[in-house]
């Protein structure tokens, strides 16, 4: 267990008991519980980060950000659905390189509405996306199809990805 193991347990105790609505000492002994084996279960079967592949402290605010993306997302499908809405599965290239971070790319594209990614091979997401019945993908080419189907999950993600900053020869930032 890392060094933050014990605030991290302490933290899912007090999520568990806001979420089950119930603050007596059952429910905090059970917090505790499930924390730390999802401490133990990371630590076990997550790949390591201790190589300073990814820096999770940029990640802080990325829920809240993508919480209000799915928001955004679902106002834009409704326009879509009432103007006319066409889908295509379309390669989008991401240039980050930790792999976590293209995970969470992954997952986040399929969070928000408007797109369902089925497979991440080699730093290109192939993703059914929804978009515009007007709009011709052959024309826009598939860097701006890209960069239209990721939004701005990719530069948020980018943040944390410490290899991108290195190579991109950009100063790494660990605050």
Known sequence: MGKYSFVIIIAM????????????????AI?????????????RFLPPVDGGRVKFSKLIFYP???????YLAG???IKFIIKGADYQMVPVKTTLKAEALRVM??????????????????GIITSLWIFDKGTDLE???P????????????KKLARADVEAHEIAGQPRNDG
């Open 105 to 122: 790319l992954m997952d986040s594209m399929t969070f928000v509405p408007g797109s369902v990614s089925v497979d991440l091979n080699d």
């Open 139 to 141: 024309k826009l080419g």
């Open 31 to 43: 917090g505790l519980l499930v924390g730390a084996f999802c401490i133990f279960f990371s630590d």
């Open 64 to 70: 809240i950000y993508i919480i209000g993306q799915v």
């Open 75 to 77: 106002l834009t499908m």
């Open 13 to 28: 105790a007090l999520i568990w008991i806001v979420l089950t609505e119930t603050a007596d000492w059952s429910s905090l």
């Open 143 to 154: 860097d701006k199809v890209s960069e239209l189907a990721k939004g701005g999950l990719e």
